[in-house]
C-alpha cells in the first residue's frame, strides 16, 4: 500500500516570499511523482512531474520540485510568491493504473 | 482544442434515484479515471480504466459503476445514490499510466438529497 502526505492543508505566504510545499509518499519503490493545482472552480492542472532521470524537476509558473528518493519526499517550491499563485496544491503518485492524491495545501497569499 | 467533457456540470437529486455522469475526451487517451473530491480529503480514485472494456477499482468505488466500450467515453453510474455520494466529481484522462500528464473535465457537483 502506498499514501501521499501533505503537511499543512494551508499555508499563508507574502508576495515575493518562498513557497514550499511538503510532500512525503510511502512506498517501497519510488513512483511516478506528480503536482497538480486547482484554481477554484476550476479542475486539475499538472505543474510538473517526475518519472525517471534528474531529481530536481521544473514545472510551470516557475515552480520546480526535487525527489529525495533517501527522504521519501518530493517537495513543491517558487522562490517568489505571487498574487496568482493562491490556489490548491495537490501531490500525486500513480503506480500500476491507481492514482492516489495528498489531501492538498490551500495556498493563500498576502500582499 | 483537446478537452475532457462532462456532463452534468451540477446535478441535484434524491435518493435512489439513478443517475449516469458522461465523460468524453477527444485525445485518443487510453487510460481514463473517474474521481472524487471532498474537503480535506483531496481526490479519491472511484474507477479507472486502462482501454476499451477494460476497468478496476479504485480507492472508493463502493456505489458506484463504469463501463468503457469507446474508447472516448466513461461514464460514472450512480445506481443507487445516497447523501454521502454528494461530492464534487471529476474525470481525467492520459496518454497511458506512466509519467503521463492527466487531463481534467471541469467537475461536476453532485447534491444528493
Known amino acids: 500500500a502506498q499514501s501521499v502526505t501533505q503537511l499543512g492543508s494551508h499555508v499563508s505566504v507574502s508576495e515575493g516570499a518562498l513557497v514550499l510545499l511538503r510532500c512525503n509518499y510511502s512506498?517501497?519503490?519510488?513512483?511516478?511523482l506528480f503536482w497538480y493545482v486547482q484554481y477554484p472552480n476550476q479542475g486539475l492542472q499538472l505543474l510538473l512531474k517526475y518519472t525517471t532521470g534528474a531529481t530536481l524537476v521544473k514545472g510551470i509558473n516557475g515552480f520546480e520540485a526535487e525527489f529525495k528518493k533517501s527522504e521519501t519526499s518530493f517537495h513543491l517550491t517558487k522562490p517568489s510568491a505571487h498574487m496568482s499563485d493562491a490556489a490548491e496544491y495537490f501531490c500525486?503518485?500513480?503506480?500500476?493504473?491507481?492514482?492516489?492524491f495528498g489531501a492538498g495545501t490551500q495556498v493563500v497569499v498576502t500582499p | 482544442e483537446a478537452q475532457v467533457t462532462q456532463n452534468p456540470r451540477y446535478l441535484i437529486t434524491v435518493t435512489g434515484k439513478k443517475l449516469t455522469v458522461t465523460c468524453s475526451q477527444n485525445?485518443?487517451?487510453?487510460?481514463m479515471s473517474w474521481y472524487r473530491q471532498d474537503p480535506g480529503l483531496g481526490l479519491r480514485q472511484i474507477y479507472y480504466s486502462m482501454n476499451v472494456e477494460v476497468t478496476d477499482k479504485g480507492d472508493v468505488p463502493e456505489g458506484y459503476k463504469v463501463s468503457r466500450k469507446e474508447k472516448r467515453n466513461f461514464p460514472l453510474i450512480l445506481e443507487s445514490p445516497s447523501p454521502n455520494q454528494t461530492s464534487l466529481y471529476f474525470c481525467a484522462s492520459s496518454g497511458g499510466t506512466g509519467g503521463y500528464e492527466q487531463y481534467f473535465g471541469p467537475g461536476t457537483r453532485l447534491t444528493v438529497t
Open positions: 512506498s517501497s519503490v519510488p513512483p511516478y
Open positions: 500525486a503518485v500513480i503506480r500500476g493504473g491507481k492514482f492516489q
Open positions: 485525445m485518443n487517451h487510453e487510460y
